[in-house]
């Protein structure tokens, strides 16, 4: 059986809007968009309608004027402070700046590990290859990567123009009216609810593990390093830095039961629900999940 893998939570803990700051979507030819958007300031192009010339030209990649507090520059600007891991200045300039604008420095700090991320995938040289401006909305273009890892694509940035101000869309409506209510609290609660969802996934997945074990000794359970050392769960359980929380399994004294725990490394920053997974004389294990302030589950 492969190894349960545990990635390292600034792999991870934005995964919500990496897909919206990196997103793939339909390209647009820059140097068409450009000239037809300028000749006809009343009837702009599409990303859809444009789509299909992209497609016949994917070898071409042409670059625009980017003119000063246009929606192109304030693009390039985005990406640059974001690279720079200038993540304050760079936040300013999206639809996310509530959740960012109240953090102390030293709440950004704990954050940064989160956010580089990001910064990691802004490459150096940034080319924008194309802007279309209808009224107080825009659409920019430019070769950003399709996630980790993976080649360059021409991909559009949504703005709305707030103040008289370009402001980059980087979360959906309803994501971003969560982003006002929560305010300088959202990307700690976004990373309560990741740190959880990871510690009960890997919970799920080391039950999945004894299973395995079970069958192949005779319907005994394994310790935590027992499983380890057999390759059914990766070492990586065992560091709490990475997965915010600290796992455990504790076995009956005739090895035909066991009980896995899992609890927040620092309840409220790494986590508010604790987990616990029990088996009784054979049925199948149930798992628990309970606020109770970082501690194990009782029962």
């Known amino acids: 059986m492969q190894a349960v893998p545990t990635k390292?939570?600034?792999?991870?803990?934005?995964?919500i809007f990496i897909a919206a700051i990196f997103s793939a979507s339909c390209a647009v030819e820059a140097s068409k968009t450009e000239t037809e958007t300028q000749q006809n300031p009343q009837t702009p192009q599409t990303v859809g309608q444009t789509s299909q010339a992209v497609t016949q030209n994917s070898q071409r990649i042409n670059t625009i004027e980017?003119?000063?507090?246009?929606?192109?520059?304030?693009?390039?600007?985005?990406?640059?402070?974001?690279?720079?891991?200038?993540?304050?200045?760079?936040?300013?300039?999206?639809?996310?700046?509530?959740?960012i604008e109240g953090l102390t420095d030293d709440e950004l700090k704990e954050l940064q590990v989160d956010?580089?991320?990001?910064?990691?995938?802004?490459?150096?040289?940034?080319?924008?290859n194309g802007e279309i401006i209808s009224g107080e909305k825009a659409t920019v273009t430019a070769?950003?990567?399709?996630?980790?890892?993976?080649?360059?694509?021409?991909?559009?940035?949504?703005?709305?123009?707030?103040n008289?101000?370009?402001?980059?869309?980087?979360?959906?409506?309803?994501?971003?009216k969560t982003v006002k209510k929560e305010?300088?609290?959202?990307?700690?609660?976004?990373?309560?609810?990741?740190?959880?969802?990871?510690?009960?996934?890997?919970?799920?997945?080391?039950?999945?593990?004894?299973?395995?074990?079970?069958?192949e000794s005779g319907g005994l359970y394994g310790s935590l390093q027992a499983l380890i050392e057999k390759g059914l769960v990766s070492t990586?359980?065992?560091?709490?830095?990475?997965?915010?929380?600290?796992f455990g399994v504790a076995l009956a004294f005739d090895g035909k039961n066991y009980i896995a725990t899992a609890e927040p490394v620092e309840y409220g920053k790494t986590g508010k629900l604790s987990f616990r997974v029990e088996t009784k004389n054979g049925e199948n294990p149930q798992?628990?999940?309970?606020?109770?302030?970082?501690k194990p589950i009782q029962k």
């Open 183 to 215: 305010g300088n609290k959202y990307f700690f609660s976004l990373r309560n609810a990741t740190y959880q969802d990871e510690a009960q996934t890997t919970l799920e997945k080391i039950m999945q593990a004894q299973s395995v074990f079970s069958m």
């Open 236 to 246: 990586d359980v065992q560091k709490a830095e990475l997965s915010g929380y600290k």
């Open 115 to 128: 956010f580089e991320n990001l910064s990691n995938q802004v490459p150096t040289e940034l080319e924008i």
């Open 8 to 15: 390292k939570m600034s792999k991870k803990i934005l995964v």
């Open 164 to 176: 008289g101000v370009w402001i980059i869309q980087t979360l959906k409506d309803e994501a971003a």
């Open 287 to 294: 798992l628990m999940r309970k606020d109770t302030g970082g």
């Open 66 to 99: 980017i003119k000063p507090d246009s929606p192109a520059d304030t693009v390039r600007a985005f990406y640059t402070k974001l690279r720079e891991k200038k993540y304050r200045e760079a936040f300013f300039l999206t639809n996310m700046r509530p959740a």
């Open 143 to 162: 070769n950003l990567p399709d996630g980790a890892g993976k080649p360059k694509k021409v991909q559009p940035v949504e703005l709305k123009r707030e």
